[in-house]
């Protein structure tokens, strides 16, 4: 079964400064999907960027990039320039590549960030 | 694009009665829909897998006579708790697999999530 760990409960970060969240997975398929959610103190949960495992090349998006580590199953998060709006909690989330339409996501226990002015 | 509606956002029910919380795809064909349930500052938990004219499939641990999901349409799939009790109280959130683009999987959308409180 696969399983997807967030090490970190709680971070912090100045306004504008950089901060990176950890990720790891287990996992004995070759085919899968990351994704990065946010869920603001609204709740709606927010895509903030996914990861194919066959490309090598890490996502971006705007100030948002990841570090992908297949060998390591690592798949960390890195914030620039952070933002009072990026105050949320963050989760890393697994999906297989072989459960077509049906595959589900899987979640880590999240990681609360604060960003502060 | 890929918008999912959930409804009610919140709501207060006595025990013992039933609750139905809805969740449409608005500008696309779902033929599988996810609920989960999450508890205050935990993660989401999957609680079933709902497949549009079939039965839904339940995560290990979960009533299905507790929580009835009906799935009838492409569009739309409901969650009922029956006879709540104060420990259904929590927060519910539908998932569903938007549509891919450009043969990338476009990755999941989220409804707003339903608050149940029951007292």
């Known amino acids: 079964a696969q399983t997807v760990t967030q090490s970190q409960p709680e971070m912090s970060v100045q306004e504008a400064e950089t901060v990176t969240l950890s990720c790891t997975y287990d996992?004995?398929?070759?085919?899968?999907?990351l994704f990065w959610y946010k869920q603001p103190p609204s709740r709606q949960m927010i895509l903030v960027i996914r990861?194919?495992?066959?490309?090598?090349q890490n996502a971006t998006e705007n100030r948002f990039s990841v570090n992908f580590q297949k060998a390591a199953k690592s798949f960390s998060l890195k914030i620039s320039d952070s933002q009072l709006g990026d105050t949320a909690m963050y989760f890393c989330?697994?999906?297989?590549?072989?459960?077509?339409?049906?595959?589900?996501?899987?979640f880590g226990k999240g990681t609360k960030l604060s960003v502060k002015p | 694009g890929a918008v999912v509606s959930q409804h009610p956002s919140w709501v207060i029910c006595k025990s013992g009665t039933s609750v139905k919380i809805e969740c449409r795809s608005l500008?696309?064909?779902?033929?599988?829909m996810f609920w989960y349930r999450q508890f205050p500052k935990q993660s989401l938990m999957l609680m079933a897998t709902?497949?549009?004219?079939?039965?839904?499939?339940?995560e290990q641990g979960v009533e299905k006579d507790k929580f009835l999901i009906n799935h009838a349409s492409l569009t739309l799939s409901t969650l009922t708790v029956t006879s709540a009790h104060p420990e259904d109280s929590s927060f519910y959130i539908c998932?569903?697999?938007?549509?891919?683009?450009?043969?990338?999987?476009?990755?999941?959308?989220f409804g707003s999530g339903t608050r149940l409180t029951v007292v």
């Open positions: 989330a697994f999906m297989s590549g072989y459960g077509g339409s049906q595959g589900n996501l899987i």
């Open positions: 709902s497949n549009e004219g079939s039965k839904a499939t339940y």
């Open positions: 500008d696309f064909q779902a033929t599988t």
């Open positions: 996992t004995s398929e070759n085919n899968y999907y």
């Open positions: 998932s569903a697999r938007a549509p891919r683009r450009g043969g990338i999987g476009y990755g999941y959308t």
């Open positions: 990861q194919e495992a066959y490309k090598q």
